[in-house]
């Protein structure tokens, strides 16, 4: 009999586990959960740990493919495309909207955040370099004088916060790329550029990511 209670317990404690570290990033979209591996690390056997899979798999958060096993659930395809492609075109009319009541300090901050992205490139943190990306882009469109489409972008991106994927978990080299972009947008900004050539390169920016996701997707894709 205390066997039978104890079983539910370990395997309480194997799902939480993993279920944390999914959240936080510790396990990204894609990363393999090897059965024995996690059993070890919590002291328990494999049963437990294959009972919280199943759990996990169940939510959606974990997948199972033969021949591969089980592993972190990849981003939901088409809530991300979805989501990314309003992010685009709102987050690109709000930047270029922006541009003529964004001023110079607040360049002067986007470029220093910038910087920090790019001293990030070397010691790589996906989730870190998420978080100050989003902060990066928040200086170019908060300013924007349309509260409608401000709130659209706010909530595009409080949406993809809820994915809790970061692109950049899956293609680090698109982070390099990211940092170029911004350069670009920031000089078209300096230059009193027109806002339908800001708009385009913001939108183009976001485009880009989708693109490098869905590459990869179809890459990993059984």
């Keep these: 009999m205390a066997e039978l209670i104890a079983a539910p317990s370990k395997s309480r404690l194997a799902y939480d586990w993993i279920r944390s570290r999914i959240a936080d990033g510790r396990l990204p ?11 070890g690390e919590l002291g328990v056997s494999a049963v437990p740990v294959r009972e919280a899979i199943r759990l996990l798999e169940a939510e959606g958060l974990v997948t199972f493919e033969r021949n591969v096993g089980a592993q972190v659930a990849l981003v939901d395809e088409g809530e991300y495309v979805a989501t990314m492609q309003v992010l685009g075109i709102a987050e690109g009319a709000a930047t270029a909207i922006s541009a003529p009541w964004v001023t110079a300090d607040d360049l002067d901050r986007a470029a220093a955040i910038n910087a920090r992205l790019e001293a990030m490139l070397a010691d790589f943190d996906p989730h870190a370099f998420t978080r100050l990306n989003a902060e ?12 409608q489409l401000l709130a659209i972008v ?62 990869y997707q179809a890459l990993h894709r059984h």
């Design 29 to 39: 979209p894609g990363t393999r959960l090897v059965l024995a591996a996690v059993a």
């Design 136 to 147: 990066f882009h928040a200086v170019l469109f908060e300013r924007c004088p349309n509260p």
């Design 154 to 215: 706010r909530r595009a991106w409080d949406r993809l916060a809820r994915l809790r994927d970061s692109t950049f978990s899956f293609v680090p080299e698109r982070a390099v790329e990211s940092v170029r972009e911004h350069v670009g947008i920031l000089e078209l900004i300096r230059a009193g550029a027109p806002e339908l050539d800001i708009e385009l390169t913001a939108r183009a920016h976001r485009t880009r990511t989708v693109d490098a996701l869905l590459a």
